[in-house]
């Protein structure tokens, strides 16, 4: 989740300083869409112009950041190839969990990340029913028709989920799509109070969807179970979304573990 703008990282101990200010810098210009300039970072990180213009002027030269005409700094092409890489790697680790709800709830589970103001599916595991769901892995979608989407929504500040629609807009995938920011705003309320959300006919016709958040993931992470609505029911509901969140937690204790080992 985006830091506060007064919230410098903390030190680590035994790390490079100028690395870890690097990366700082870098996680806050994705925070601020991709794209700044170096008086809105000398604001937000704490440091000094000179210090930021020395940095930029390394990220620049290594193409991890790019200068426009402008004068701001945009994040870089080289990034990508790193982020793909790390989306595969965390799509392979997390498949022996996804299927596990498969194991236990019988349907279609995935993984999604929140990428700029896009879901992307990372990881998959089909169910072994005839009649199943299949979202390809890679695939992009807005998060306001989808349960994964939802789910990486619910704890951002409304503020932000109004910018967030306002730049995507709110098209209708079907007749049962949400697409009133004031009424996709009461659903995250209903998001957070019930610890899941759902995608009822939202995104597919004849299609239900769990999810449920990551919590504490380095980077804002969903998991969902998807499959015919006649099997995904409120009766099934009370049973699979149990699973779903136990599974959501033990996820987010492997990605912690994996930080910490990092350290």
């Known amino acids: 989740m985006p830091r506060s703008t007064d919230e410098p990282r903390p030190p680590a101990g035994g790390g490079v300083q100028s690395l870890e200010r690097a990366f700082d810098?870098?996680?806050r210009m994705a925070d601020a869409g991709g794209e700044v300039g170096l008086s809105e970072l000398a604001g937000s990180s704490g440091l000094p112009l000179p210090t930021i213009h020395r940095l930029m002027r390394t990220l620049v030269a290594t193409g991890y950041v790019r200068q426009q005409p402008n004068r701001r700094y945009a994040l870089g092409p080289r990034l990508i190839r790193l982020g793909e890489s790390a989306s595969r790697l965390l799509g392979t680790w997390a498949r022996p969990h996804l299927a596990r709800l498969v194991e236990e709830t019988g349907e279609t589970a995935n993984m999604a990340l929140l990428d700029g103001d896009e879901v992307v599916y990372v990881a998959q595991v089909p169910s072994r029913h005839s009649m199943?769901?299949?979202?390809?892995?890679?695939r992009r979608v807005l998060p306001h028709s989808t349960g994964v989407g939802k789910a990486l929504l619910a704890h951002l500040p409304d503020e932000e989920v109004r910018a967030l629609l306002a730049r995507t807009g709110m098209p209708a995938a079907t007749e049962k799509t949400i697409t009133s920011a004031d009424v996709f705003l009461k659903a995250l309320a209903a998001v957070r109070a019930d610890g899941y959300a759902?995608?009822?006919?939202?995104q597919e016709m004849g299609v239900r969807c769990l999810a449920a958040a990551v919590p504490d993931a380095p980077t804002a992470a969903a998991v969902s179970i998807s499959g015919p609505a006649g099997r995904v029911t409120e009766a099934a509901t009370e049973r699979i979304v149990p699973v779903l969140q136990e599974v959501a937690r033990e996820l987010s204790a492997g990605l912690t573990d994996a930080n910490a080992g990092a350290d």
Do not use: I, S
Not at 198 to 202: I, Q
């Open 25 to 27: 810098l870098l996680e």
């Open 132 to 138: 199943r769901m299949f979202t390809e892995v890679g």
């Open 198 to 202: 759902v995608d009822d006919n939202e």
